[in-house]
């Protein structure tokens, strides 16, 4: 019966999300990862969005010369532009969201935010659930809005199993449980809600349904739309292992295209909505015997009757990394079709522009390619392409970054260790980049996880690489045959990074390996270079590399070596996942066990040494937050919510005292004093965050590298937001039971504040007190929630004046609150901070909803 609720708000503006801030530019290639649910606007066919399985969702509005990226918790699922007012944009994720404003602020629609009582985060990815109102209907952890539809004031989006609905424009909300998985939807006359089996029809209140033949089931994806000749509505279902079907009566009868093979494995399909007679269907495998795999996409412009390729690639055996297929001969392609394309590459998405199915967008792991004749040519939209191989960012960055590296030597040559695109550098200070890979085994060059230059030796450097990507992440190591997958090992360049050799001696090929750093103090030439193998421990070698000695004295079972740092005086430290921090005085000969924390199941994840004080050491940890210790290692404190989820942290050399960390809960953070307090760093809002890397050459600016997102690059500058939280011990209690709540505020640092502590309780009558806090006390009616007198309890504060104040948590002593009634209730705490401190926002926390109910005699 009792639960905890926990209300969170971020009082940074009056929407849930702003579009990408334009402060912050994006560097590196572009493109790069997979992409996926290509949707057009209805006022212009140069304006669409698409999602990355990385969670950024990306809109542009000059037909994909540029992109600007909007970020939400579990990232964007669905799309619907409204088709009357081209201004209001819906997105579908573990929320509904919409701007009416062209994606320049975003506003929660369902659940509305005062029906949300609180957030946490979970799991390998730190995957958002939600807590509800209990008369609030919503759909189990896990699920996402998959189809959105709208049509005047009418929204429709699917669910799991369950279809939702408002004619209000999302005041008020139905719902119709059809008790199996919905794929997409379609409005005329009502609206058509599709599934693997059956169709549905929803006629105002009324649901209908037919199924659909057995040969056809099950369906994986519809598409629909009305034909600009003749104006009737046309079907089209895509198989899973029966092709290509069409229904011109509304799903009563189908008939399957003869023209299209049984045969391909199809993926996607979709049509023009206003000009259906057109549509397209992305095939990622078509077998014409074992060496003859094609993969692309086929059109048709006469309902389906005949089916063409239209992009046309493959021919090889179909192995991922095997360079024994051909690019398709129309594209106009970009630094990905040359790296790639001679490779089985797998197409994943279609979208077509509602009004004009000559223009089409397609999608695969690297590239996203746009036709405007129907077709006959593709040119990319991921990339700016130079004449001479050089690439630069559109925007469209959907890609995991490790590191950014800089050349001691040419400050104007930076490196960046990625992701499925392995390792590319820039010789113009980050304007352009070029992938090198030259040297790299093929089986290693899925990931370069890191890069280190030599410091006095111009011209070379050393890089890590595997075949296995997304370490340390628990996913990549649940199935027990884990480690037949870690092939990888160090490399070397001798000409700045353009070619790379293998160096596997006394390693091996199947090493896979995360972090790579050099011991300065070495001999050039000889040079101590320490490496971290994930599935074997940690290497050392005294002579550039062309030797190894594993090392693992003192480490335990557990070798999942991630990360290690060379300390100022040389000590070492090292972090295995999950669980263990180590520290080594002997050069790695052996190795000590640190006690970071009594929990021995937590996740460390990064480890950094102040390069300014040897014995100042931070651990991030997943989750976990921050752990520092002031004495190299002995002891350790907490520094950093330990509910977060923190990748690494970052020392910054030219500012003492400044540290930053990044997290996969939508934000990066600055310290200014060693930690003891935070202030969030402004417009970078992409949920997964890796590191905050200093830039070298501009020591005011950083690069954020991410899990998705590409590289960031801008002012680490820290907002003013002030957070408030209130939790109540119960979500339910009994008539008359008090009900415990606990209020703490968060605010920024080094602003003059008047600070109010809670005094004595009482109760008093009006909802509104002056002074620090008051609470809002509220009651559900017929015609929604109505204010009660404040019978319950109220804090009185006395003051308590300071020039400047820690950016801390300001925790209250809890308070409580007593009803007399049944019913349903909901709570807030107001503050009136702009009252003592002008210019500065109050900090009002979000509704807390309770029920009470009479006691059982």
């Known amino acids: 019966m009792y639960g905890s609720v926990t209300v969170i708000v971020l009082l940074a503006g009056p929407c849930f999300c702003k579009a990408q801030d334009s402060a912050w530019e994006r560097v590196g290639p ?17 304006e669409f969005l698409l999602r990355c399985d990385m969670t950024g969702t990306y809109h542009t509005q000059d037909g994909g010369q540029s992109y600007r990226q909007v970020n939400f918790p579990n990232g964007a699922h669905s799309f619907a532009f409204d088709p009357a007012n081209g201004k209001v944009i819906y997105i579908g994720s573990s929320v509904l969201y919409r701007s009416s404003d062209g994606g320049d602020h975003w506003d929660q629609v369902y659940p509305k935010p005062d029906q949300v009582l609180g957030r946490s985060y979970s799991g390998d990815h730190a995957e958002m659930s939600i807590e509800v109102a209990k008369n609030v209907r919503y759909w189990p952890a896990g699920e996402v809005i998959n189809a959105i539809k709208v049509d005047s004031s009418n929204i429709y989006f ?17 719902t119709k449980d059809l008790h199996v998985r919905l794929l997409d939807l379609y409005i005329y006359q009502g609206v058509y809600i ?32 009305r034909t600009k000749q003749t104006g009737s509505i046309i079907f089209y279902a895509l198989s899973a292992h029966a092709g290509i079907w069409m229904s011109h009566d509304l799903g009563k009868t189908w008939s399957r295209s003869n023209s299209f093979p049984v045969a ?82 797998q197409v994943l ?45 559109t925007g469209l960055d959907v890609t995991t970054t490790y590191g950014v590296h800089f050349d001691p030597y040419d400050h104007k040559h930076i490196a960046m260790s990625c992701t499925d695109i392995g390792y590319h550098h820039s010789f113009d200070g980050g304007k352009t980049w070029m992938r090198a890979v030259s040297g790299v085994p093929s089986d290693w060059v899925n990931t370069c996880y890191w890069v280190a230059f030599d410091p006095t030796d111009p011209g070379k450097l050393w890089s890590a690489w595997s075949g296995i990507h997304d370490l340390p992440r628990g996913k990549m190591t649940r199935d027990p045959q884990w480690k037949t997958r870690c092939t990888g090992g160090a490399c070397v360049s001798t000409d700045g990074g353009r070619s790379w050799t293998p160096l596997v001696n006394g390693m091996d090929r199947n090493s896979a390996t995360t972090c790579i750093v050099v011991d300065p103090l070495s001999p050039a030439g000889n040079r101590t270079l320490y490496a971290t193998v994930y599935n074997k421990g940690v290497f050392k070698s005294v002579d550039d590399g062309k030797t190894w000695v594993q090392k693992n004295n003192g480490i335990g079972d557990n070798t999942r070596a991630f990360r290690i740092a060379v300390a100022g005086n040389g000590d070492l430290y090292l972090v295995t996942s999950p669980g263990a921090v180590y520290k080594s005085t002997d050069g790695a000969d052996s190795w000590s066990k640190l006690a970071l924390s009594e929990d021995d199941a937590f996740f ?3 480890v950094t040494v102040d390069p300014l004080d040897p014995q100042r050491v931070y651990v991030g940890c997943w989750a976990g937050g921050i752990f520092l210790s002031e004495d190299g290692g002995q002891h350790w404190t907490s520094i ?45 809002d992409f949920h997964w965050g890796h590191r905050v890397i200093v830039d070298e050459n501009d020591p005011d600016k950083v690069y954020l590298t991410t899990y998705g997102s590409g590289v960031w690059h801008g002012y680490p500058r820290p907002t003013d937001t002030i957070s408030a939280r209130l939790t109540l011990d119960r979500t339910e209690a009994f008539v008359g039971d008090p009900i415990h709540l606990d209020f703490q505020i968060h605010l920024p640092c080094g602003r003059r504040y008047v600070i109010l502590r809670p005094m004595r309780w009482g109760y008093v009558q009006g909802n509104t007190l002056t002074g620090f806090n008051s609470t809002q006390l509220q009651k559900k009616e017929k015609n929604g929630y109505m204010d009660l007198p404040q019978y319950g309890a109220i804090d009185y504060f006395e003051e308590d004046k300071l020039d400047t104040i820690p950016c801390t948590d300001l925790k209250c002593e809890p ?23 002008p210019g500065i926002k109050d900090a009002d926390s979000d509704w807390a909803y309770f029920r009470c109910v009479k006691k059982s005699k």
């Open 194 to 225: 599709f599934s693997a089996d059956s169709i549905y029809r929803l006629d105002k209140e009324k649901i209908t349904a037919s199924a659909l033949p057995s040969v056809m089931e099950p369906v994986a994806h519809f598409a629909a739309g």
């Open 640 to 684: 950093f919510d330990k509910k977060n989820y923190v990748y690494d942290v970052a020392v910054d050399p030219h500012h003492p005292g400044r540290i930053y960390c990044n997290t996969f809960t939508g934000a990066a953070w600055r310290s200014d004093d060693y930690g003891r307090n935070w202030r969030r760093i402004q417009g970078y």
């Open 815 to 837: 308070f409580l609150v007593r009803v007399t009634e049944e019913g349903e209730y909901r709570i807030r705490v107001l503050s009136a901070l702009s009252a003592y401190n």
């Open 349 to 393: 998405d279609v979208g077509v522009s509602p009004c004009n199915g000559d223009t089409a967008v397609i999608t695969d792991w690297y590239r996203v390619m746009k036709t405007t004749d129907g077709g006959r040519s593709w040119k990319s939209i991921y990339s700016h392409d130079y004449a001479d191989g050089r690439a630069a960012s």
């Open 30 to 46: 572009g493109g790069g990862g997979a992409t996926f649910r290509p949707t057009f606007s209805y006022r212009h066919p140069n």
């Open 264 to 345: 391909a494995n199809a993926t996607a399909i979709a049509c023009a909505e206003f000009d259906a007679s057109k549509a397209y269907v992305v095939v990622d495998r078509l077998e014409e015997g074992p060496q003859r795999i094609w993969y692309g996409v086929w059109r048709t412009r006469d309902n389906g009757d005949h089916w063409d390729w239209v992009w046309r690639a493959g021919g090889g055996t179909g192995q991922y990394g095997v360079p024994d297929a051909q690019n398709a001969g129309n594209l106009d392609d970009g630094w990905a079709g040359r790296a790639f394309g001679k490779e089985f590459v």
């Open 604 to 606: 460390p994840s990064g």
């Open 158 to 174: 699917a669910v799991g199993h369950s279809l939702f609905y408002s004619r209000d424009r999302g005041e008020t909300w139905a």
